[in-house]
């Protein structure tokens, strides 16, 4: 086994240091997924994770995956067979949008850029006369590249607008109702200061009336998902799957 | 805050108790995704999980994803457009096979049993004539009954064979190269004493060069994932995405 007390200083461009009281958090016992408690917590955790998003929609909720698997519930949800996506590209994590999107049965409309500039606010806008969703990334984690997503919300008319906040989260501005953000997703390993494995995601009331109904992921249904959390259904909340209880301690710690 | 170090003993059809050196595990330090200390603890947990999974298969790996992740990731990379997939239902996720399997877009045939009894391995082979995939649950968490997978694999013939293991793993015989498993997809939570939000999966070779190609899933792609996990690549190991290095600290554990 390798020395498991072996502590680094994490500066780089994959997960940051936890905070202490995650760590801790993340050491006490297990409680059931249907737990009274845990439902408090998991309560706490969406109203946290409305904090950091700037939102106050009701699907906030911590994913059970990656932001990666964020960045597959944002496009399974939203487009599905010949909906147009376009995606601005100047990074790792704007053509990983591409390859997820095609998945999702998009067609795509790239708008490249060159890695290490920020997005040209015009070129995406004028890509595609009536695109499904725009979608770009706010802080290229591969670049540390900061884009403008507001202007993007601001003027994407008819468009829903998908944001990658994985590295900006909790750690710049973001206003994703004041900005106009219908699909967000993040990641909890940076700014957050938790281990990597939960993606906060955020959908608006207006993104999920114009969601997939029965996308190809059971597991990233936000339609399923919304019974779990509560939030879309109100007293009549649903087993979905049984979420990481642990991971999601630290998260509300 | 919810009072975080109540402490439940657990012996419903959730998740279980862990290990106390799990419980220690997780307050380690966060590493790297790409220290070479993290990628010996992943090479570790994953021969951990072959010798759980009583398989030889390279493509063993802790999915970033909860049970019912393994689940959407055992169809998804098996199933498309058309295939048909025998499932047997005697309970609630074999209900919830048929659902991932339908939204993968295969024809489904349910064999149906009373919930409560074990398959009947006859009738789910003579189900259809030529399924791409046969479906069961070993262990079914929703009544706690156990089924003869190990028939099943034996009399197969072409298809493959989807084994769900949550409830079973670590707990009772499993042999995944003798009895004919295909793919297998599993939950850390219960006998296996680590917190739920991680699944050991595996695969055979067989399976791999049956399975889907460019599947709708790119989060949940063994083809990606292989070259991760670096068993499928040799020493070409590549960046897929930011695993949960703190979950998996506990699962080698």
Excluded at 121 to 146: D, F, M, Y
Aim: net charge negative.
């Amino acid at each position: 086994m390798p020395n498991i007390l072996t502590s680094r200083f994490l500066l780089g461009p994959g997960p940051s240091n936890c905070y202490p009281e995650v760590t801790a958090a993340l050491a006490h016992p297990v409680i059931g997924h249907l737990d009274p408690l845990f439902i408090e917590r998991l309560d706490n955790t969406c109203e946290g994770l409305r904090t950091v998003w700037g939102t106050q929609n009701a699907r906030t909720l911590p994913l059970s995956a990656t932001g990666s698997g964020g960045m597959e519930a944002a496009f399974v949800n939203t487009v599905d067979d010949g909906d147009v996506a376009v995606i601005a590209v100047n990074g790792l994590f704007g053509e990983r949008m591409c390859e997820v999107a095609r998945r999702c049965g998009a067609t795509v409309v790239r708008v490249d850029h060159d890695w290490g500039t920020p997005i040209d606010v015009e070129r995406v806008l004028t890509a595609h006369p009536r695109p499904k969703v725009i979608a770009a990334v706010h802080a290229e984690t591969s670049t540390g590249v900061l884009s403008d997503v507001a202007s993007l919300g601001q003027n994407k008319g008819d468009a829903l607008l998908i944001v990658d906040a994985v590295t900006s989260i909790g750690g710049l501005e973001l206003l994703a109702d004041d900005w106009g953000i219908d699909v967000g997703y993040a990641g909890t390993q940076k700014c957050l200061g938790v281990p990597p494995g939960l993606s906060p995601f955020t959908m608006s009331g207006r993104a999920f009336e114009r969601r997939i109904e029965n996308p190809r992921s059971w597991y990233l249904d936000v339609g399923l998902l919304g019974g779990y959390v509560g939030a879309a259904s109100g007293s009549g909340r649903t087993y979905h799957h049984t979420p990481p209880v642990t991971m999601i301690a630290g998260l509300e710690a």
